[in-house]
C-alpha cells in the first residue's frame, strides 16, 4: 500500500528510538495514526459527574475528595510498553497459559493505581484516564435519562441490580452495581480523536486512519472495578471486601425508582463493596483482536489484602460462533458441558465454589460462555462487547426488536432461534461494525459507544437544544440515518407491490 510505504521511514525512526520489541508492522501502523491524528484537540471540557453545577454538587456537609474525571488525552500514540501479557505465546488465536495471561492483565491495571484509590491522576506508574459524558448517563436497567451518570466521590456510574437472590439465598433484596472504568494511555488517544471536539464527537475517528478499521490500537488497556451494595449478611463471601463510600441510591430496588418521580432516584453516601474486576486487553494476536476477563471477590481465599483476594474467573479471547446452545447445554437450567468452547478459559473450581450454597452466583452466561457474578447471565462478555458501535444497537438478542417478534425468551427457552441468536455470540473482528444499522465501530467499548449515546441524547434532541449552539455535524447524521432507515424498512414492504397502471409505490 502506498501510505504505508510512505511511512516506512518513521517506523525505522520509531524503532531506533529503543522500541525494539515491537513488530515493525505495529510500529508502521503507530506512526499513521500518529500521522493522521488531529493535533488541535480541545481538552478540559467534560463533566465530571452527574448534574455538576446543575444540583448535582457534594453537600456543603460533605468532606470528602470529589472525584475529576481525568481527560487530557494524549494527542500522539504513546508508545506499546513491554507489557507484561506479551511475554505469554498465542496458539490458534488464543493465549497458550490464559490463567497466567489473564493474572498479568489484572497486575498491570492495578499497578499504582491502588495506591492511589483508583483517582487515577495520581498514578505514580503510567497515565490513565476516563471516558468522557458518563456523567449524563442512561443505562439499560433505567428508563429516567441521566439518572445512572456519574456520582461525585469516585466517578461510578449505576449498572445492572442484581434481584433478590441472584447472588446467595440469604439475599432478600436488590442490591445494585455502581462501577468505573479506567483506560490505558493507548486507548485514551483513540478516545481523545473521538472527543477531538468536545462539542462535535467524531466516532469514526477512533483510528484516525479512515483507510483502516476503526479501532483502538494494539495495547488498549482497560480496568473496571465493579462495586456492588450488597452486604455480608445477604453474602457472606463479601466479608473483608474492599469497602469504599460512594453517593449511591437511596432505594435499590429499580422497579420502584423507575415508576418516578425523579424524586425516587435520590442519591446520599452509603457503604459499596468490590465485589467482580474486569480487564480487557487489544491483543492483535486474538482471534478477535481482544481479550476479556474477570475477577470475583472471595472472602474466603487467603490473600492478604482485598485485592488479592479477587479469584480469577475466567478469560473469554471469542465465542465460539458455531457452538448452538443445544451444543452445549441439555435444558434451560443445564447442566452444561463447556468443551466445545474452546475460546475461552474458565477457572472451574471457582464455577463450583461460587455455585455452592448458600451461594448462588453461576458467573457462566449463554450456553457457558464467560460472563461476570454481576452481569447479565443469559450473556457472554464477547456477546455483549461487541456490539458497541455508533449508533447503539441492543446488547441482547432478547432486548432487540427482532427478539420481540421472535418473542426470544432467555430464561425458557434459550435453545430457540439459533440463527439469530447465535449472531450475539459470533466474533466481530477488531474494528468491525456488529449490525447493519451502525455506522462506526467502538470497537468493543461499549463505555464509547453509551458515552457517544449519551451526548446524542442532550445535544441532538430538538427540544434540549441550546438554539445558539451550532447544531453538531454528528447529530445532522443522524438525522439523515435515521431517515435511510426508515426509508429501508418501508422499502421491504412495499417492494415490488404495483401501485395505480402498475407503478411502483414509493414509501417515502
Ligand atoms: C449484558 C451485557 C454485558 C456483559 C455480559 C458484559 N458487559 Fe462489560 N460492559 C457492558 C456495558 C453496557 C458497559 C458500559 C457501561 C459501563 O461501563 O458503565 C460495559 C463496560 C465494560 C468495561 C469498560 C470498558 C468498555 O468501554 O467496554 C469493561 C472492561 C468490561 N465491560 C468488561 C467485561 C467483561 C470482562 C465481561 C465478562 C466477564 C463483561 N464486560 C460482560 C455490558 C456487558
Redesign the pocket.
Known amino acids: 500500500m502506498p501510505r504505508r510505504s510512505s511511512t516506512c521511514s518513521l517506523a525505522v525512526l520509531f524503532l531506533l528510538s529503543g522500541n525494539l520489541f515491537l513488530g515493525s508492522a505495529s510500529a508502521d501502523e503507530d506512526a499513521v495514526r500518529n500521522q493522521l491524528a488531529r493535533k488541535d484537540c480541545v481538552r478540559g471540557k467534560f463533566k465530571d459527574y452527574y448534574l455538576q453545577g446543575q444540583g448535582g454538587d457534594p453537600p456543603a456537609s460533605y468532606s470528602g475528595r470529589v472525584f475529576k474525571l481525568s481527560q487530557n488525552y494524549p494527542n500522539q500514540l504513546p508508545p506499546m510498553e513491554d507489557y507484561p501479557w506479551l511475554k505469554i505465546g498465542f496458539k490458534n488465536g488464543g493465549p497458550v497459559d490464559p490463567q497466567t495471561y489473564l493474572q498479568a492483565l489484572l497486575d498491570y491495571g492495578l499497578e499504582g493505581n491502588v495506591e492511589a484509590n483508583f483517582y487515577v491522576e495520581d498514578n505514580k506508574v503510567r497515565k490513565w484516564y476516563g ?1 468522557p459524558w ?1 456523567d449524563w ?1 442512561t ?2 436497567a433505567s428508563d429516567w435519562p441521566g439518572t ?1 451518570g456519574r456520582e461525585f466521590v469516585h466517578g461510578f ?1 449505576h ?2 441490580d442484581s434481584s433478590g437472590k441472584t447472588l446467595s439465598t440469604l439475599q432478600n433484596d436488590f442490591a445494585d452495581t455502581w ?3 479506567y ?1 490505558n494511555d493507548r486507548a485514551a488517544f483513540g478516545m481523545g480523536q473521538v472527543y477531538c471536539d468536545p462539542d462535535n464527537p467524531k466516532p469514526g475517528a477512533l483510528n484516525p486512519d479512515p483507510a483502516a478499521l476503526n479501532n483502538f490500537p494494539n495495547g488498549s488497556f ?3 472495578l465493579l462495586f456492588s451494595t450488597v452486604n455480608e449478611p445477604q453474602l457472606p463471601i463479601v466479608k473483608g471486601a474492599l469497602e469504599w463510600q460512594a453517593n449511591v441510591f437511596v432505594n435499590d430496588d429499580p422497579s420502584w425508582r423507575n415508576k418516578g418521580p425523579i424524586s425516587r432516584f435520590a442519591r446520599a453516601i452509603a457503604t459499596i463493596r468490590l465485589i ?1 474486576i ?3 486487553v487489544r491483543d492483535d494476536r486474538s482471534i478477535t483482536g481482544w481479550l ?3 475477577f470475583g471477590y472471595d472472602g474466603r481465599s487467603h490473600g492478604e489484602t482485598p485485592w488479592k483476594r479477587m479469584v480469577p ?4 479471547w471469542g465465542n465460539s460462533p458455531k457452538v448452538t446452545f443445544g451444543d452445549t447445554c441439555a435444558g434451560p437450567a443445564g447442566p452444561c458441558n463447556r468443551e466445545k468452547l474452546t475460546e475461552q478459559w474458565i477457572n472451574e473450581q471457582a464455577v463450583k465454589d461460587l455455585a455452592t450454597a448458600p451461594l448462588n452466583f453461576d ?1 457462566l ?1 449463554y450456553g457457558g460462555r ?3 457474578p454481576v ?2 447471565a443469559k ?7 461487541q456490539t ?1 458501535g455508533y449508533p447503539t444497537v441492543p ?2 438478542p432478547e432486548f432487540s426488536a427482532n427478539g420481540s417478534v421472535l418473542k426470544l425468551d432467555a430464561a425458557r427457552q434459550p435453545g430457540t432461534n439459533q440463527s439469530f441468536r447465535m449472531m450475539y455470540y459470533g466474533n466481530v473482528p477488531s474494528g468491525v461494525v456488529f449490525s447493519d444499522t451502525q455506522l462506526y465501530s ?1 470497537d ?7 458515552s457517544l449515546q449519551n451526548f446524542i441524547s442532550l445535544r441532538c434532541a430538538k427540544n434540549t437544544q441550546d438554539t445558539h449552539a451550532p447544531y453538531p455535524g454528528i447529530c445532522a447524521q443522524l438525522l439523515q440515518w435515521s431517515k435511510a432507515q426508515r426509508k429501508s424498512i418501508g422499502d421491504l414492504l412495499t417492494f415490488g407491490s404495483p401501485g395505480q397502471k402498475g407503478a411502483p409505490i414509493r414509501s417515502d
Open positions: 471516558m458518563m448517563n443505562e439499560v445512572d456510574t449498572e445492572f462501577s468505573g472504568g483506560f482497560i480496568i473496571k467482580q474486569d480487564v480487557s476479556l476477563g474477570t474467573l475466567g478469560i473469554q458467573h452466561g464467560l460472563a461476570g452481569d447479565n450473556a457472554s462478555c464477547m456477546g455483549c462487547h458497541a446488547i441482547l467502538s468493543y467499548s461499549l463505555q464509547l459507544s453509551m
